[in-house]
């Protein structure tokens, strides 16, 4: 007998589809802002996964690919339930913004206070409400500001369970990372929950071949997990996922117009120029090399550069 599954006051019957407005806060105006929740239970006992998008109001990737998700019904398991939000932050999504209207990043105060602030409280109705529920989480992300992330998942190595879904993923890449306090993933964790943290693009950005790897990984996870419908394909990569368990990052030596050389995901060789800072008035070339052999995972695409910015996030690799 399947066992009761009580989200927002609403009973989840087996079998049936559901959507939730999550509604807690409203505009200046006092329109309300609602939050979808869509949730499709079998009526076949299985995992409970959520997936998730746009805690980050401009990770427009993240909320395409929760998006196709449901557009191609992939979130109608066959086992299980799948409860699917495209959009964790509405507020930050309508105004082209990672944060909350209060300033707060919401993937930094989890899990939240009763009576915090709005991204807090927020946050807490998420930790409270939904997660107690969940078995998996799927929750997509992109790099910040104008930084390009190769599509990757990032995960750490002590959590083994999180790790060797990650690999069924088969993202390209796949980075060993400590968690961060206070961070959406950080609360899963702490509540024994399986994890899977995707990576991929830039922000206010829809990259197709982002979407499409990201998409394809979350349909490998869920036929892994028997919960798909037997006439979804299946897209199998012929490589597994380069690790990554140690990184730096390359930060502008000077100020000025940054001229990148090289794409996310490219090999690098020690000492290989990746790119050229100049200046307005043709003086200065600087040519930026690369310290060590390894992967790049991020590549900063502001044509401008302050000294010190990040630029380049390169893996390290054994030479």
């Keep these: 007998m399947l066992k009761e599954l009580k989200i927002f006051n609403t009973i989840i019957e087996p079998g049936k589809s559901y959507k939730l407005n999550f509604n807690m806060a409203k505009l200046y105006t006092s329109t309300s802002i609602e939050v979808p929740v869509i949730i499709n239970r079998s009526k076949k006992a299985g995992p409970i996964v959520l997936v998730t998008g746009g805690i980050h109001g401009d990770e427009i990737n993240g909320i395409e690919v929760v998006r196709q998700l449901i557009s191609k019904k992939i979130n109608r398991p066959v086992s299980g339930t799948i409860i699917a939000i495209p959009v964790l932050n509405v507020f930050g999504f309508l105004s082209g913004k990672r944060e909350f209207p209060d300033g707060r990043d919401l993937n930094r105060v989890f899990p939240g206070t009763k009576s915090g602030a709005l991204a807090s409280r927020f946050a807490y109705q998420v930790s409270s409400e939904i997660l107690p529920h969940v078995d998996i989480i799927l929750d997509f992300h992109t790099g910040g500001a104008q930084r390009f992330n190769v599509p990757h998942i990032r995960v750490s190595q002590l959590e083994v369970n999180s790790w060797n879904l990650a690999k069924v993923f088969n993202a390209p890449f796949l980075m060993h990372g400590n968690n961060i306090k206070k961070t959406f993933r950080a609360t899963c964790s ?130």
Aim: hydrophobic share 35%; no cysteine.
């Design 190 to 319: 702490d509540l024994g929950k399986t994890y899977l943290l995707f990576e991929g693009g830039m922000s206010n950005r829809n990259d197709k071949e982002v979407v499409d790897t990201a998409v394809n990984g979350a349909i490998r996870v869920l036929d892994h997990l028997k919960m798909l419908r037997s006439d979804v394909y299946v897209e199998r990569r012929n490589e597994e996922s380069i690790i990554v368990t140690d990184s730096m990052w390359i930060r502008a030596k000077y100020s000025g117009l940054l001229h990148p050389k090289v794409k996310t995901g490219k090999r690098v060789e020690r000492d290989e120029i990746i790119a050229i800072i100049t200046d307005p008035y043709g003086e200065l070339k600087y040519k930026v090399k690369s310290p060590h052999m390894g992967y790049v995972i991020n590549v900063n695409q502001s044509p401008l550069v302050y000294q010190g910015d990040g630029i380049f996030h390169i893996s390290k690799h054994g030479e």
